[in-house]
């Protein structure tokens, strides 16, 4: 008998977590990436309730994007200096020889700088490789992505990995990337659960309004 109630306290334990992961996660994508920035800075304990439900998530699918990245510079020259845009736990630094700039909310890994990524602590034209794995969570994408862009050298390389619900419309995204100073390299859409692009910087970002930009949130269902 006390064996079933704890199993009900664990199952209500576990709707509770989803609830609260999905609430957050919901506030992640439909505020911009200061929002974010604010809102793990007063509760880090919220960071860690949507890590946890970020994790359980990815499990359930058959190939985690980070590793697509890390096959990706593997074939690459390690003397590449890259910036991971949202690094969560830095399972890319940790998997591969190049410098890698971590940077997130909150430190999951001493690796990581603390900021916003809207705005990072590197020189302009510093890095070869530019990665945003899951992680163009803010309504500002268009800030987000230009940050990117000037760090990037010219020539230097952008990858993006994002949950194929969450676009729209493939064709006017890639279009506006072209305004943010991003020509589209390859763009691979055979996963089911996530896309994989790679741009080249072309220049600097052309100011104006890219509409074509807009992604959905990425709103999880409640199981
Ligand atoms: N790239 C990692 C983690 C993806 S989860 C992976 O693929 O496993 C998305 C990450 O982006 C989270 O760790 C979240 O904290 C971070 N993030 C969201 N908004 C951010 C912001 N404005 N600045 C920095 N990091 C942000």
Redesign the pocket.
Known sequence: RSGRSAALRARMEERLLGARFRYLNQQ?YTGS?RD??RL?RTDPAA?HLY?RG?ERQVQRWPER??QRIVRYLRRRPASLVVA??????C?LAASVKNQVHC????PLSPRVTV????KVPLAAESVDVAVF???L??TNLQEILGEANRVLKLGGTLMVAEVASRFEDTHAFLKAMTQLGFKTVSKDFSSSYFYLLEFAKTGPARPGPAPGLRLRPCLYKRR
């Open positions: 992640l990436s974010a920035a793990f960071f890590h970020f994007p980070v991971d845009f949202g690094c969560g736990d399972t940077f997130d909310l909150v900021c916003d990524m809207a794995c899951l992680a969570m803010g």
